[in-house]
């Protein structure tokens, strides 16, 4: 059977519960192999199984498929991306979203954030560009989370591929002032889309600009936290750095991160509440390590 079949979520939900006479344990659905690296250090191995769902669409289809089997003693994590801004959520028994708008807003959110950037800038420098560097990241980030919003809200279709490309990324953000310039980045967007995009420019600024002047939405909810590594990235390699911060590229930063995040920091988010409270309701069923 090759790979694509067996990702498939009827396959992955099949498996599930073939195997269930088996393998009592709870079962932990995740979107990815990232994910499972963070959540792997929290739970108790011989009474959670992790499966890996490959995506979010992939994550809700093999849980609804659970629910249609009655298959008993699993849950779901997904990143809430814009459900809370869209004041919408999928509404499944036993799938539960991040606080933030990813999990990788929820690891920045912790004490792993100054742990990092201590490791890896020179103080007297992260002083000096910035009294609160997580916040002033975030806020730097908001031109482009919104553009990722409205053109998924607006159906603008643009590409944003080439932002998962650190040398393209860059050419998004002022290596001085890691500023996001609106107008550069509106251009830059429309360059890599291409033929595909069926709008102009004038129509995304304006839907843009009335946004970012009301200032209403909260940058965790609305800011991609790979957006917000690689800005930080930049920033260590040309404004804040010491010497071995500015050899880091975003992925090694980004795997820096998932490692030290630590659970004490995961049991102060509301996801670990409602963990908790779905195991006291889906006895003997566990997920995290006493």
Known sequence: ??????????????????????????????????????????????????????????????????????????????????????????????????????????????????????????????????????????IRARPLGYLRWISVKDNFEINFNKCDIEIEFEKLVDKETLDMDLDNLIAQLIEWSGDSLHVDKEAIKSRIVPLIEENSIDPLLLCQGSDIIKILTIGLIYVFGNKRGKTLNANVLDGMFRVSYKFKDFKKTKLFEQILSWEKTNSPYVIFQN
């Open 1 to 138: 059977m090759n790979a694509t079949i067996l990702r498939k979520p009827s396959s992955i939900a099949t498996s599930i519960q073939m195997k269930r006479d088996q393998d009592k344990r709870a079962i932990l659905l995740l979107e990815g192999t990232t994910d499972e690296r963070v959540f792997d250090e929290f739970i108790d191995s011989t009474k959670t199984k992790i499966v890996i769902t490959y995506g979010k669409n992939n994550l809700i289809d093999v849980a609804r498929l659970l629910i249609d089997y009655s298959f008993k003693g699993f849950l779901g994590i997904i990143d809430a991306d814009y459900y809370y801004l869209d004041g919408e959520e999928p509404g499944i028994e036993n799938l539960f979203l991040t606080d933030h708008h990813d999990l990788e807003n929820l690891i920045l959110s912790s004490s792993s954030f100054m742990k990092i950037v201590n490791e890896f800038g020179i103080t007297s420098k992260v002083s000096k560009f910035s009294s609160d560097l997580r916040k002033d990241l975030f």
